[in-house]
């Protein structure tokens, strides 16, 4: 499972699930940590003009836990609504785009397949992100 944090200007962070560990509320609230370190790197001021998010309700994202992490930080939420993908730029931007790519290809483990995600990742230019998230703004 990848969780992919982008915004208009490109990937923030890309985390994918070691096989065999859960996601979960624990789990999650490290990627933020991890989101954190990464928005202070590449996201200049970002932290002090405020961070929104735009996830699901899935347990990991409602739990206590995150809640009080996110509470801690002052970061936003946006909500999705449940069974809605044309409102999740991921799903219908970033990961439409991805599966084309992947369609078809063969990888030897898992290992390569990681890798070949991560490398399209890499050569994505901004025009792309910038479309994915303006492309919201109708919907």
Known sequence: ???VFWDSRGIILLDIL?????????????ILDRL???????????????????HDNATPHTAKRTKE????YRWDIISHFAHSPDLAPSDFHLFGHLKRHLGGKKFAD?????GEVRDWFSKLDANFFTQGIYSLLPR
């Open 110 to 114: 898992e290992d390569e397949l990681i």
């Open 69 to 72: 992490w996110l509470e801690r």
């Open 18 to 30: 070691p096989k065999g560990e859960s996601a979960n509320a624990d789990r999650y609230c490290e």
């Open 1 to 3: 499972m990848a969780t």
């Open 36 to 54: 954190r370190h990464a928005v202070r790197r590449k996201r200049l001021g970002l932290l002090r003009s405020g961070v929104v998010l735009q």
